[in-house]
């Protein structure tokens, strides 16, 4: 006899796997076209290809009516901070490996935590601000600063997670009585339209390999945004939050076999730490029922189901 766990959570724990690894396939198929075509192009048929799927859902959902109502200025900062996300992430991916980009990235639960006291006026105690600074070690244990292995491009990286963050600190103040289909939806109008822009200017004719991956990665980001919507509706906090690290993983194993980067000690260790300090802050939350970084781990105004 299955337990309960089985019956209830552990499809939708496995799913929300699945969603987070589809997401470092899509960025291993960014990184590979990036070195080739401007970002803007890599961001515009990405988005414009994640809309199908999406569209598809919103339909099956019948959640057209709800996007009737927004508000600009919240979806305007949001897609505007998730674009320089998006397009620092790509570039930075030409220099980076998987593994050391992941390593950056979640930092952003960390940048939450501070946001949330400066940004939102939320009182965080020197536990979780003990754990924010743990995890800014793991950063500098993974990336290795005084390497000879260093990057430099490692700096730009941390923009990225600047920006994401940002923009989750922006729907938590002005933006929770938001549609999540709006988010879906506008989020990806808004990428297709500052990366129109550009394209204008950097528009480069694709072999058929390229635009074919090209759109498969956009199918599979939008796959993955549906996958781990679900997995996060059926879920509570803590276990679905957690089960983004996978990311750190499959970046070290999808690098190693597609681009032949080998993790090192430093990577492995530094992102012990990261992990680490981020899993601590969300069960810290949960406990104090925060839900700052537990919550924007989730889909935008997704409600958190109880635990």
Same mark, same amino acid.
């Given at each position: 006899?299955?337990?309960?766990?089985?019956?209830?959570?552990?499809?939708?724990?496995?799913?929300?796997?699945?969603?987070?690894?589809?997401?470092?396939?899509?960025?291993?198929?960014?990184?590979?076209?990036?070195?080739?075509?401007?970002?803007?192009?890599?961001? !515009?048929?990405?988005? @414009? !290809?994640?809309?199908?799927?999406?569209?598809?859902?919103?339909?099956?959902?019948? +959640?057209?009516?709800?996007?009737?109502?927004?508000?600009?200025?919240?979806?305007?900062?949001?897609?505007?901070?998730? &674009?320089?996300?998006?397009?620092?992430?790509?570039?930075?991916?030409?220099?980076?490996?998987?593994?050391?980009?992941?390593?950056?990235?979640?930092?952003?639960?960390?940048?939450?935590?501070?946001?949330?006291?400066?940004?939102? +006026?939320?009182?965080?105690?020197?536990?979780?601000?003990?754990?924010?600074?743990?995890? &800014?070690?793991?950063?500098?244990?993974?990336?290795?600063?005084?390497?000879?292995?260093?990057?430099?491009?490692?700096?730009?990286?941390?923009?990225?997670?600047?920006?994401?963050?940002?923009?989750?600190?922006?729907?938590?103040?002005?933006?929770?009585?938001?549609?999540?289909?709006?988010?879906?939806?506008?989020?990806?109008?808004?990428?297709?339209?500052?990366?129109?822009?550009?394209?204008?200017?950097?528009?480069?004719?694709?072999?058929?390999?390229?635009?074919?991956?090209?759109?498969?990665?956009?199918?599979?980001?939008?796959? +993955?945004?549906?996958?781990? !919507?679900?997995?996060?509706?059926?879920?509570?906090?803590?276990? &679905?939050?957690?089960?983004?690290?996978?990311?750190?993983?499959?970046?070290?194993?999808?690098?190693?076999?597609?681009?032949?980067?080998?993790?090192?000690?430093?990577?492995?260790?530094?992102?012990?730490?990261?992990?680490?300090?981020?899993?601590?802050?969300? &069960?810290?939350? @949960?406990?104090?029922?925060?839900?700052?970084?537990?919550?924007?781990?989730?889909?935008?105004?997704?409600?958190?189901?109880?635990?």
């Amino acid at each position: 006899m299955k337990s309960a766990f089985e019956r209830s959570y552990l499809p939708y724990f496995i799913l929300s796997l699945i969603g987070y690894s589809i997401y470092v396939i899509m960025d291993a198929i960014c990184k590979k076209l990036i070195g080739t075509y401007h970002v803007s192009q890599i961001v !515009f048929i990405n988005s @414009l !290809f994640a809309l199908v799927p999406i569209s598809l859902f919103v339909t099956y959902k019948k +959640g057209w009516k709800q996007i009737k109502k927004f508000n600009l200025k919240v979806q305007i900062a949001r897609g505007l901070c998730n &674009f320089l996300a998006m397009t620092i992430f790509f570039i930075s991916s030409h220099y980076l490996s998987l593994i050391s980009l992941y390593s950056i990235v979640f930092i952003a639960p960390l940048l939450l935590t501070m946001g949330a006291n400066f940004f939102l +006026g939320e009182k965080v105690g020197w536990r979780r601000y003990s754990a924010v600074i743990v995890g &800014f070690i793991g950063v500098v244990v993974s990336i290795n600063p005084l390497g000879e292995t260093y990057n430099k491009f490692a700096l730009l990286a941390l923009l990225s997670p600047f920006f994401a963050a940002t923009g989750w600190l922006i729907i938590k103040k002005y933006g929770e009585e938001e549609s999540i289909y709006s988010f879906m939806v506008y989020g990806k109008i808004f990428l297709i339209f500052c990366s129109g822009i550009l394209l204008i200017y950097f528009f480069k004719q694709e072999s058929r390999y390229d635009l074919f991956l090209n759109i498969i990665s956009g199918l599979i980001r939008g796959l +993955g945004i549906l996958l781990t !919507f679900i997995a996060a509706s059926k879920l509570p906090s803590s276990l &679905f939050a957690p089960t983004q690290y996978v990311q750190v993983f499959s970046g070290a194993v999808i690098g190693y076999l597609y681009f032949g980067d080998i993790p090192t000690l430093n990577n492995f260790f530094g992102n012990l730490l990261i992990i680490g300090a981020g899993i601590y802050i969300i &069960f810290r939350e @949960l406990k104090l029922s925060k839900n700052i970084v537990s919550k924007s781990i989730r889909p935008a105004v997704l409600p958190i189901k109880k635990d």
